[in-house]
């Protein structure tokens, strides 16, 4: 007996509907996210039809969680459904715009029983590349973070110290930079950094990491700290500085957060038997590697031809034709961490 099953998740409960190959409704529950309602499910499931050798298809509407991670483990296949293509889905059979989360199981289950053929269930990857996409992608969302942080720290420097953004934003380093963090901890306000010596600036540099030109960082930022600008009156200086600091602490927190992920997602990667094909490719390195392979993933039968690949990573335009009109444009809907990756590719990282 061929039976389908949509899930309506919810962050603490769920909508089950159970129909068969004719539409007829053959069960419906609502389960809690814990393991008790996992275990009615699967309960469930059995008391209608299911066996070991043909398991029920799924379709939900979200691709993450523990009771996804788990129906996908036991073996079956899982079909995330757009929340967006689910509501188109609805209009179909609702006119009236009803709506509700027993309903919206069930209009899931019918999207399987009538056009499973056109939607993919989730890839079935193996343990190592989703441990490797969850180091890559929270390795990411750090990096993001960092560069927030440190666009808010501009912003700051901008608004009371505009010489720490003449001798930090300059190619390759950046107010992220060790260099950066160390001195404006140390000296957060302009008063503060005009008073810096040459010794105390070779001694922060080094405390950085700095090996090279140091001697040409040193005049260079005393130069810097020491010419004519406008000032705030001491007080409020004082009070930008206390909010610089705050926003160091945090960078610095971001920085550690980024390079701490990304070395385990690095040392994961190279576990996997497919990074050394991965860095073969020219500027291809292992962080990026890690991404790319984090979100393509080691299910060969993923995709079912390079066209959709392309689409996957938003390289391939979008074709709009109605009569006469013909609009090729951008694609918006992809995977935007992919789309990041390409980005960064050429980076000799």
Not at 220 to 226: A, E, K, P, S
Not at 236 to 265: K, S
Request: net charge positive.
């Amino acid at each position: 007996m061929t039976i389908f099953c949509g899930i309506d998740w919810v962050e603490d409960h769920h909508d089950i509907a159970i129909i068969d190959a004719a539409g007829t409704q053959l069960a419906k529950r609502r389960i809690g996210d814990d393991a008790a309602g996992y275990a009615s499910l699967l309960q469930l499931l059995a008391e209608h039809g299911e066996t070991a050798d043909e398991l029920a298809p799924v379709a939900i509407e979200t691709g993450r969680g523990l009771l996804v991670a788990c129906l996908a483990a036991g073996g079956r296949d899982v079909y995330v459904v757009n929340a967006m293509a689910a509501a188109r889905y609805r209009e179909r059979t609702a006119v009236a715009r009803a709506k509700s989360d027993a309903g919206d199981a069930l209009m899931l289950a019918n999207i399987l029983r009538t056009d499973r053929h056109a939607h993919r269930p989730m890839p079935h990857d193996s343990d190592l590349v989703r441990a490797i996409a969850v180091l890559a992608r929270a390795g990411q969302d750090a990096a993001w973070s960092t560069q927030q942080i440190a666009n808010q720290l501009r912003s700051v420097l901008r608004e009371y110290f505009p010489a720490a953004l003449r001798a930090f934003q300059i190619k390759h380093v950046g107010l992220a930079s060790a260099e950066a963090r160390t001195i404006l901890a140390a000296a957060p306000t302009p008063p503060t950094a005009a008073r810096l010596t040459k010794a105390r600036l070779r001694t922060l540099l080094k405390q950085a990491g700095r090996q090279r030109k140091v001697e040409v960082w040193v005049e260079r930022l005393q130069g810097i700290f020491r010419d004519a600008a406008l000032h705030h009156s001491p007080r409020v200086e004082d009070a930008f500085g206390q909010q610089a600091r705050a926003l160091l602490l945090q960078l610095n927190a971001a920085v550690r957060a980024t390079e701490g992920l990304l070395a385990a997602a690095e040392a994961a990667f190279l576990e996997h038997p497919d990074a050394e094909i991965i860095i073969s490719f020219p500027g291809l390195g292992t962080v990026t590697g890690a991404r790319v392979l984090a979100e393509l993933g080691d299910d060969r039968d993923r995709f079912t031809n390079p066209w959709a690949l392309k689409a996957y990573a938003g390289a391939a335009p979008v074709t709009r034709a109605s009569g006469k009109v013909r609009l090729v444009m951008h694609r918006r809907v992809k995977n935007d961490r992919l789309a990041a990756a390409g980005y960064t590719w050429p980076s000799p990282r």
